[in-house]
């Protein structure tokens, strides 16, 4: 299994501005993705982030509105660009351990826009 | 239609109930399908994995996998309060598809 952290655990943030959220796995996993769970939705691929290389974003994410970084094999970060309320969401990272079937999520950001 | 469907409930039933969650879907390329269990406020904990068809058993849980009808189910026996949690199904081809979620929760 992986132990995964995120920072901060939850934010509220004004219109318009942006936010960092890390991520942090305990152990050097290839792939890392980024999900957005929002209330009574299933959980929404945003991007897919390996190291070394750009992330993919999912249809219907730009990486304007939301950059990744992964410069290294046990961390990662996603920006939440110029928000707006729409944008207020549970936003979880996970990593894949590689043996096709095992992905784990960390415990998440609580994201409020006002 | 979507890929995964599943009823959101909730879900409300006593102590030492069997509980039966279940997921249908459409994509006949799924080969893996998971259970995930995600308590409030946090982030989804895998609990069980089954490659293609067929049934395994962990304790008081039991996944089965139908793929000629495209069904997919969780039982939990003897449920417990603190199995009360979102349950998500999910199924994988080339990245995880997951249902929106049943909401359990066991009474004592």
């Known amino acids: 299994s992986a132990v995964i952290s995120q920072k901060p655990s939850r934010d509220i943030c004004q219109r318009g501005t942006s936010l960092t959220i890390q991520c942090q796995v305990d152990?050097?996993?290839?792939?890392m993705f980024w999900y957005r769970q929002q209330p009574g939705q299933s959980l929404t691929l945003i991007a897919t982030?390996?190291?070394?290389?750009?992330?993919?974003?999912e249809s219907g994410f730009v990486i304007d509105k939301f950059p990744i970084s992964r410069p290294n094999l046990t961390f990662s970060t996603l920006t939440v660009s110029n928000m707006s309320p729409e944008d207020s969401s549970i936003y979880l990272c996970?990593?894949?351990?590689?043996?096709?079937?095992?992905?784990?999520f960390g415990p998440g950001t609580r994201l409020t826009v006002t | 239609q979507k890929e995964v469907e599943q009823d959101p409930g909730p879900l409300s039933v006593p102590e030492g109930a069997i509980v039966s969650l279940n997921c249908t879907y459409s994509?006949?390329?799924?080969?893996?399908f998971m259970w995930y269990r995600q308590y409030s406020r946090k982030g989804p904990e895998l609990l069980m994995y089954?490659?293609?068809?067929g049934n395994k058993e962990d304790g008081r849980f039991t996944a089965q996998v139908d793929k000629s009808s495209k069904y997919i189910s969780l039982f939990i026996r003897d449920s417990q309060p603190s199995d009360s949690a979102t349950y998500l199904c999910?199924?994988?081809?080339?990245?995880?598809?997951f249902g929106t979620g049943t909401r359990l929760q066991v009474f004592p």
């Open positions: 152990s050097q996993v290839t792939m």
């Open positions: 999910a199924m994988r081809r080339d990245k995880l598809i």
């Open positions: 982030a390996n190291q070394g290389s750009e992330a993919t974003y």
């Open positions: 996970s990593v894949d351990t590689g043996l096709g079937y095992e992905q784990y």
């Open positions: 089954t490659y293609s068809s």
């Open positions: 994509n006949s390329a799924f080969q893996y």
